[in-house]
Every structure is written in C-alpha cells, then in structure tokens.
C-alpha cells in the first residue's frame, strides 16, 4: 500500500509540474496589461467604442473600404471579414513601418506576429481591432502577408484633430 501511494504521489506531482512546464500563462486568469503607445495610436478598450467600421478583405488584394477616416481620440472597433480564400491580415501604422514591416515577411513568410494593432483572419472568418486614435495625421492599414502588400492590400487612414488642436 505504501508503494502504492508513493507512486501516485509521484505521478501527480510529475503532472503538476508537466502542467506548470508548459506555459502558465495560457491557465492565468486574463490580467490587463499596459497598451504600448505608437505613433498611430493605442490599444482601445472594447467598454469605450465610440463607432464600429467593417472591413473587407479579398482574394483580390483589396480592402474595402480603402479609405477611412476617424477623429483624433475617437476608439473604433474594426470588424474585419475576410471573404477570399487564403489568409489576409490587417496591421494599422505608418507608411514606413508598414513597407519595413511588409519586407521582413517578404524575407521570413513564415514569421508570427501578434499587436494590439493587427488581425489575421482566416478564409471565411471574421476578426477584430479595437484601436483608440489619439494623435492625429495620416496613416495606413495594409495586408503584410508575403506577397499581398506588394500588390497592393493596403489602405489609409486619416485621423483628423480634435477641434482647437494645433495643427
């Protein structure tokens, strides 16, 4: 009996440390984390969407709507479907660090990325972006997929100041 409670202790306490070995974070309650500020802007709360904008995306290299227009401060929840066949993404930035961004896929297609201020969407599927603008100018969405950029997956965005704000 003892050797027989030894071993069961063994074993439960092996699988508790298997369990904790592979990743605590996916077994965590969700904690918040602070949003990174970019140029573009920071990751909005869901509780403070002022507006909602579907996008489309195709097979076709196209979004639709290609051009959009937010006010500086305003939080807006993208839902983004995607109608083709393959997989497209839609990443929010500048012009340059969206073509910096678009020519490391072209050299890794297989790199994973994952920010506040993207969404991949599988063929079929629909994702999401909850994104607050708070500083105004012109910026871009696009498609970094290796390949899809190139073609011409990508859009602008303009996000007008706020009233009385120096231009």
Partial sequence: MHMKR????????????????HGDRQHM????TEAEQTDWGIAGKPAQTARTITID?????????DKIT??????????????GRMLHEMVIGTADKLR???AQMAKFPGMEHDEPYMVHVAPGKRGEIVWNF?????FEFA?????????????TLTVTPKQGAAK
């Fill in 29 to 32: 309650p969700a904690m918040e």
């Fill in 57 to 65: 995306m195709t097979d076709s290299m196209r979004f639709t709507p």
């Fill in 134 to 138: 708070n500083r105004a100018g012109e």
């Fill in 143 to 155: 498609c970094l997929i290796a390949g899809h950029y190139e073609a011409g997956m990508r859009g």
């Fill in 70 to 83: 937010v006010k500086e401060g305003e939080t807006v929840r993208f839902v983004v479907n995607n109608k």
């Fill in 6 to 21: 030894t071993l069961l202790l063994s074993a439960l306490l092996a699988i508790g440390t298997a369990v904790h070995a």
């Fill in 100 to 102: 910096e961004h678009a």
